[in-house]
């Protein structure tokens, strides 16, 4: 059990995107003080550490991941002081406090580029990555993940720089050991202030080809030649080496376009560069590509085999992974892969108990505990995301989808889905704010909200407390063997996990019909089971039929 008694595999993470948390001044926007004033509603929820979004100096172009001073926070969240007392309040109350961090790129803002773009002899000038352009203009064909090219022309040095996300946020060049040595110095900086650990975004695209050849076409053209490229694992093992290690801080690297067959490369028992991955895949199944924001039907023997690759290849060499559902790139899970009318609750809950069941660290996002669904987006200037925007302006520029097409896409995939405030009651706002929030607030929060989730037994909110209790009881729950049941069944998501001489079953019904019980395998008709937590409440005979969205966790 030695190499699995780290903290951070047996803890849950919740996820605050400090904006849209609590605001404790009346500006409308959500900030330190106001999440220091929440810290009882987290520790009475049971979550170990929270994962705070950006919260660093930041002119906004995305939000805080357009970082223009790594040391200071961004004014409107408050003051270092601020920081320094929210680390203290939650170190109080048990709750380990993880930042993100995001060393791809930084602003244009930040002092470094400024001073890059001003000369090409600049001593910052090999800190971001400059190219020449080509006959055709840009150095070759990679596009942005906002749209349109991922370089951009600088005329006062006449060259183009690299920017995977927007042009406000220029990509850092990760050859230069100068640069590599100020961004550990930061990151130690913070470690000694007493940070628990670090959510490293984009990290596996530090590496770039140094070749740059164009991409094949598709989605993010250019992404062989920068995700999971040449040098990676050099920089992160020489990473770990100069900060993390050192503080024993916990490092989760946030992996797009990461299979479960690389995933080990990264936390795998032989190598030390990361301790947990965030994949994609498994809430990749209702869109057909991110850039193109298209749509699709999906299976859920999809979601069962890559879930299930996943577990069983990260366990042959001990890695771990993030087990979240919702983040603040993501629209909300249960108007996704649930249903957020007629079987809220129930759906709410059936997909947290897959989330609790698993191998690997479940992360909770502000508000899924309340069951926060989708919002609804009258007008396509309703729009705050840079990445929602963009795709609106160059739909109706393209011409090829109607106004009706173009808001019913951008409504269901926006990430504005997951960043509107967080309902806290039933007032004005949601509680959430006495000003005017940045964001419009759900108009579901009447019905959705914490006080209500608090005061109803039979909640989401209770639920999820539940499913918490349930993972510190069983450690089966969250090690070893994962074994997946009625691979082929359409309906049923059905598996078991083993550790030691422990045996848990799981059951879950995807559908908001009954299910006749003749799927059920023999495993579960053992004499002396034993219901741990089911979103029905009851134990009805196993030959009953399961009812729409029901989730069983038993003890075989
Ligand atoms: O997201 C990385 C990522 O893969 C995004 O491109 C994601 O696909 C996109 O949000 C979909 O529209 C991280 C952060 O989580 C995100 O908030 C940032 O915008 C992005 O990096 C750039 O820092
Ligand atoms: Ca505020």
Not at 57 to 61: E, F, I, K, V, Y
Not at 226 to 231: D, E, K, M, Q, V
Not at 325 to 332: E, I, L, V, Y
């Given at each position: 059990m030695d190499k699995d008694s780290q903290w951070w595999q047996q803890a849950v993470i919740y996820q605050i995107y400090p904006r849209s948390f609590n605001d404790s001044n009346g500006d409308g926007i959500g900030d330190l003080q106001g999440i220091i004033d929440r810290v009882d509603y987290l520790e009475q929820l049971g979550v170990d550490a929270v994962w705070l979004n950006p919260v660093y100096?930041?002119?906004?172009?995305d939000n805080g991941y357009d970082i223009s001073n790594y040391r200071s926070i961004m004014d409107e969240f408050g003051t270092m002081k601020d920081m320094d007392k929210l680390l203290e309040t939650f170190h109080d109350h048990g709750i380990k406090v993880i930042m993100d961090l995001v060393l791809n790129h930084t602003s244009d803002e930040h002092p470094w580029f400024i001073n890059s773009r001003s000369?090409?002899?600049?001593?910052?000038?090999?800190y971001y990555i400059w190219k020449p352009g080509t006959d055709e203009g840009p150095p070759n064909n990679w596009t942005s993940a906002f749209g349109g090219s991922a370089w951009e022309y600088d005329p006062q040095t006449e060259e183009y720089y690299l920017h995977l996300f927007s042009r406000k946020q220029p990509d850092l060049n990760w050859e230069n050991p100068d640069l590599r040595q100020d961004l550990y110095q930061m990151i130690n900086w913070w470690l000694e202030k007493g940070i628990d650990g670090f959510r490293l975004d984009v990290i596996n695209f530090i590496s770039k080809n140094q070749n740059f050849p164009d991409g094949q076409p598709g989605e993010a053209v250019g992404k062989e030649h920068?995700?999971?490229?040449?040098?990676i694992h050099e920089f992160l093992s020489e990473m770990a080496e100069k900060t993390f290690d050192k503080h024993r801080a916990m490092a989760v690297g946030e992996t797009p376009f990461l299979t479960s067959d690389q995933a080990l490369d990264f936390v795998g028992e032989d190598s030390n560069e990361l301790d947990m991955v965030i994949p994609f895949e498994p809430l990749e199944l209702d869109r057909i590509d991110r850039e193109n924001w298209q749509i699709r039907d999906w299976e859920l023997r999809e979601l069962k085999n890559i879930i299930s690759s996943w577990q069983r290849k990260l366990q042959e060499k001990n890695g771990w992974v993030s087990l979240y559902?919702?983040?603040?790139?993501?629209?909300?899970i249960v108007s996704r892969y649930g249903d957020d009318n007629q079987y809220h609750r129930q759906s709410a809950t059936m997909l947290a108990t897959l989330l609790f069941t698993l191998r690997g660290t479940p992360f909770i996002y502000q508000g899924e505990e309340i069951g926060m669904t989708n919002t609804e987006f009258s007008g396509l200037d309703d729009f705050d995301d840079i990445g929602t925007r963009n795709f609106v302006r160059e739909a109706r520029e393209a011409g090829q989808l109607n106004r009706e097409e173009i808001l019913r896409l951008a409504s269901y995939l926006s990430r504005d889905n997951a960043r509107t405030p967080k309902q806290w009651d039933d007032s004005r706002y949601a509680g959430f704010t006495t000003g005017q929030p940045w964001l419009k607030v759900n108009p579901d929060y009447p019905c959705i909200n914490v006080k209500k989730a608090l005061a109803d037994q039979d909640s989401i909110l209770h639920y999820y407390k539940k499913l918490i209790k349930l993972r510190k009881k069983y450690p089966s729950l969250v090690y070893d063997e994962y074994r997946l049941l009625l691979e082929d069944d359409p309906i049923l998501f059905t598996y078991l996990r083993r550790y030691q001489d422990q045996t848990i079953g799981v059951i879950l019904n995807f559908v908001g019909d009954k299910t006749p019980d003749e799927r059920l395998p023999g495993k579960f008709a053992v004499a002396d089971r034993e219901l741990l937590l089911g979103n029905y409440g009851d134990d009805p005979n196993l030959s009953e039929n399961l009812r729409p969205y029901e989730a069983r966790i038993y003890k075989l």
């Open positions: 100096q930041s002119p906004n172009d000369s090409k002899n600049s001593q910052y000038r090999n920068y995700a999971n490229g040449p040098r559902f919702n983040n603040h790139d993501q629209p909300r």
